[in-house]
């Protein structure tokens, strides 16, 4: 069995990734107490995993959450062990379908606020490439492809003449490039 001792010597290893921004200790020293050690001497130092896909896990299950206090936490913590942007942000890509739009987004923008926060971190954050996706021009021209397919021509020249198309083209074209 673990000691308190032992418990606190293996926070003290992971200190310097720990955010020191938590109100934890003011509102409850004694939470602060209990919850530290079990957290990040007994939890984060259990074998099977190491810091990093802790951190990947605890991030994932922090979006699902929903919690802004633990994911902006977490994302400190993942950002401070070596953890870049672009995988942060990949996390949130990944989570896409299985977590959901609005939890996924919300991580989204947690992530760059936290990102915000220190310049090293903003130097650090490419933009995510999605070659893979189809440009819109792309997605236009596959829509009228298929519109003609389904409808025939006569049926795609009225979509791409109607009244929407003449007087909000990038509205229009944007919502036809998903269709």
Known sequence: MTTPDELSRRTHQLQAYLPVNSDIPSISPDYARIQTPLMWGGIWQASGLDLKLRSFATISAQCVNGWDFGLQHQIRVGLTMGMTPLQIKGIFIQLLFYAGIPATVHGLLQAQTVINEREDWKAADVPLEADWLDTLEAKLERGSEIRRALW????????????????????????????
Not at 152 to 179: C, F, K
């Open 152 to 179: 025939g021509e006569p049926a795609n020249r009225e979509v791409e003449d109607s009244l929407a198309q003449r007087l909000v083209p990038e509205a229009s074209d944007i919502v036809d490039g998903y269709n």
